[in-house]
Nanobody
Framework: VQLQASGGGLVQAGGSLRLSCTAS????????VGWFRQAPGKEREFVAA????????FYADSVKGRFTISRDNAKNTVYLQMNNLKPEDTAVYHC???????????????????WGQGTLVTVSS
C-alpha cells in the first residue's frame, strides 16, 4: 500500500483541521492505519489508530475527546478530525499502515511497515 497524507496547515488555538491519509495503491480497508506526530526536538509519538477488521479506534490520552479517527472505504481514505487544537499539537503528522498489527501493539511505530509523507500542522496561540 502507498499512503499520502494531506490536510495540514496553520490554525489558531481552538480551531479545527482534518487530515487525510489516502491509499494511492492498495485498499486501505485491509490495513490498520495509525497517525503519529513528531514535534520539533521531540520523538515521534502515537496519536490515533483505526483497526482494519472491526473499526476499533485507539487514541493517545493527550488527544482523547478532541481528535476523531474514521475511515471512508469509498474514498480509500482514513481521516483524523482534530478539534480544539492546542499549540502543543504543533507537529508533522504521519500516517502509517500495516495488516498484521494486534491491538496490544497498535501504539508502537515499529509495528507499521508502510508510511506516508508527513503533513505539517501548526497551531498558533
Amino acid at each position: 500500500v502507498q499512503l499520502q497524507a494531506s490536510g495540514g496547515g496553520l490554525v489558531q488555538a481552538g480551531g479545527s483541521l482534518r487530515l487525510s491519509c489516502t491509499a494511492s495503491v492498495g485498499t486501505i480497508s485491509r490495513y490498520t492505519v495509525g497517525w503519529f506526530r513528531q514535534a520539533p526536538g521531540k520523538e515521534r509519538e502515537f496519536v490515533a489508530a483505526y483497526k482494519w477488521n472491526n473499526g476499533g479506534t485507539f487514541y493517545a490520552d493527550s488527544v482523547k475527546g478532541r481528535f476523531t479517527i474514521s475511515r471512508d472505504n469509498a474514498k480509500n481514505t482514513v481521516y483524523l478530525q482534530m478539534n480544539n487544537l492546542k499549540p502543543e499539537d504543533t507537529a508533522v503528522y504521519h500516517c502509517a499502515a500495516d495488516n498484521r498489527i494486534i491491538s496490544s501493539s497498535i501504539r508502537y511505530e515499529d509495528e507499521y511497515d508502510y508510511w506516508g509523507q508527513g503533513t505539517l500542522v501548526t497551531v498558533s496561540s
